[in-house]
C-alpha cells in the first residue's frame, strides 16, 4: 500500500479500451482493441434499506447489484457492435438489427494517476460481467469548425465472482459467496504488466482462505 507522504491525489485520462467475449467453454476470449477513448463513467448500483422497530431504527440491509456505467468513445466499434448482435455484415452492407441477446463480456481500461512525488503510475482496470446496449449516434454540423462526434455505450455491470487459488468459489467466514465488479493493478503489482493481454479473473492468495 502507498505511504500517505506518497499517495495518488488525483486520476485522470482514460486509454486502450479492450473487450473479450466469452467462448463455449465458458472462458474470455483474446482481448480485442475497441478503440480511442473519451470517458468511463461508473456508478454504483446500491442502497441501503433501513428496518424500523419499536419506533427506531434497529438495522440496515445493503442492497448493492453491482454497476452501471457509460462508456464514451470518439467512435463506434463494428467489431464489437457485431460481437454484441446489433450488427451484421451483410451482402451489400453493414447492417444495424434488433438486438436478441445480451453477450456478457468483460471490458478493460487504463487510467492516470498523479502521486505526491510528481510521478504518473498507469492503472489497468477490468470489469467484469459486463452487458451493454445500443450506443447513442449524433451527428451535426452547425458552425465554421469541425464538429466531432462522441458516443455512448451503456453498460451494466454484473460482475463475477471471487474465486481461491485453485478456481473454487471462495465463501466468506459467513458462508457467503463474494462478487467482484472490478479489478484494478497499479505498477506496484505482480502481474502489472501481461494484466491487460488476457482477462485476468480475480482470486485469493491462497486455497486455505475463506
Known amino acids: 500500500m502507498p505511504s500517505n507522504e506518497n499517495k495518488t491525489l488525483v486520476r485522470f485520462n482514460i486509454q486502450n479500451i479492450k473487450y473479450a467475449t466469452m467462448n463455449a467453454q465458458g472462458t474470455y476470449n483474446t482481448p480485442v482493441s475497441y478503440g480511442t477513448a473519451i470517458k468511463m463513467a461508473l456508478e454504483a448500483n446500491s442502497s441501503i434499506k433501513d428496518i424500523f422497530g419499536d419506533g427506531r431504527r434497529i438495522c440496515s440491509i445493503v442492497n448493492d447489484k453491482g454497476k452501471t456505467g457509460t462508456m464514451t468513445t470518439n467512435n463506434i466499434s463494428d467489431d464489437y457492435e457485431v460481437a454484441m448482435g446489433r450488427k451484421i455484415v451483410t451482402a451489400v452492407g453493414l447492417a444495424d438489427i434488433q438486438q436478441r441477446k445480451n453477450v456478457v463480456h468483460a471490458i478493460y481500461f487504463e487510467t492516470s494517476g498523479l502521486k505526491g512525488d510528481g510521478s504518473m503510475p498507469l492503472s489497468k482496470t477490468w470489469l467484469f460481467g459486463v452487458t451493454s446496449s445500443r450506443p447513442s449516434e449524433s451527428y451535426d454540423q452547425n458552425t465554421d469548425d469541425v464538429n ?22 471462495y465463501v466468506d467466514d459467513k458462508g457467503n459467496e463474494v462478487m467482484v465488479w472490478q479489478l484494478t493493478v497499479t505498477p506496484d ?22
Request: aromatic fraction near 6%; avoid cysteine.
Open 189 to 210: 503489482d505482480e502481474n502489472f504488466a501481461t494484466f491487460g493481454n488476457a482477462v485476468v479473473l480475480p482470486k485469493m492468495a491462497s486455497a486455505t482462505e475463506g
Open 148 to 169: 466531432e462526434s462522441s458516443f455512448d455505450t451503456p453498460l451494466v455491470i454484473s460482475g463475477t465472482n471471487l474465486l481461491n487459488a485453485d478456481d473454487t468459489k
